[in-house]
């Protein structure tokens, strides 16, 4: 069974940074995502990255600011995030997904990803 365990969160000021990690038990091949949940809004689409790490795709809010990268020989995926503002507060959720047809599209979908973790709580002060 596949398991995802997001770390990092944390209060920071506007302007700061934190850095968002995710341990992900099972084989290194899914193509993994951070989607966020602010309170009282839908769950949007951060960043994402092909299995390989060659490919990465961003939310408009977020690109130039945040970095998503990952290491497969840890199984792990992190999402540097810089120049924080109090937007940028919500629930940050890591996923994997098995066997996404890669796209613009498909890559930002929720839906196409199959496991998800508990998420980790980011807030930005003002």
């Known amino acids: 069974q596949v398991q995802l365990v997001e770390s990092g969160g944390g209060l920071v000021q506007a302007g700061g940074s934190l850095r968002l990690s995710c341990a992900v038990s099972g084989r290194s091949t899914y193509a993994l995502a951070w989607f966020r949940q602010a309170p009282g809004k839908d769950r949007d689409f951060v960043a994402a990255?092909?299995?390989?790490?060659?490919?990465?795709w961003y939310a408009d809010s977020v690109r130039g600011r945040f970095t998503i990268s990952r290491d497969n020989a840890k199984n792990t995926v992190s999402l540097q995030m810089n120049s924080l503002n109090p937007e940028d507060t919500a629930d940050y959720f890591c996923?994997?997904?098995?066997?996404?047809?890669?796209?613009?599209?498909?890559?930002?979908?929720?839906?196409?990803?199959?496991?998800w973790g508990q998420g980790t709580q980011v807030t930005v002060s003002s």
């Open positions: 996923a994997a997904g098995d066997q996404i047809i890669v796209s613009d599209i498909t890559m930002a979908d929720q839906d196409e990803y199959d496991y």
């Open positions: 990255i092909s299995w390989s790490g060659g490919a990465a």
